[in-house]
Nanobody
Framework: QVQLVESGGGLVQAGGSLRLSCAASGRAINLYTIAWFRQAPGKEREFVAAMSWTGGSQYYADSVKGRFTISREYAKNTVYLQMNSLKPEDTAAYYC??????????????????WGQGTQVTVSS
């Protein structure tokens, strides 16, 4: 069983950047499809990006395509979400999640078995 811990959230101005980290323990990240989701107050949790267990494939929500990049550092068993050109509508709690190795990835929260506790991202206008 894998445990996930997110970090790197914070307050940033619109147009700025942040890098979120999802540190995994217990099992190697190359055994899972890893995804990032986000949830704004009063809204449902929504898919942001995913990376395959091989690290060779990525998939993004249309709302973040071209601005966000998912990557991983296998030696640190960590997945990252680089967020550039941030907008106020990106404000949310961001969560990483792990699923069995499948592709294309599930884009619904119910498709993931393991979750981190989340990290807050706030983008001011």
């Amino acid at each position: 069983q894998v445990q996930l811990v997110e970090s790197g959230g914070g307050l940033v101005q619109a147009g700025g950047s942040l890098r979120l980290s999802c540190a995994a323990s217990g099992r190697a990240i190359n055994l899972y499809t890893i995804a990032w989701f986000r949830q704004a107050p009063g809204k449902e949790r929504e898919f942001v990006a995913a990376m395959s267990w091989t690290g060779g494939s990525q998939y993004y929500a249309d709302s973040v395509k071209g601005r966000f990049t998912i990557s991983r550092e296998y030696a640190k068993n960590t997945v990252y979400l680089q967020m550039n050109s941030l907008k106020p509508e990106d404000t949310a709690a961001y969560y990483c999640a792990a699923d069995r190795p499948r592709w294309p990835p599930s884009t619904t929260p119910g498709g993931y078995d393991y979750w981190g506790q989340g990290t807050q991202v706030t983008v001011s206008s």
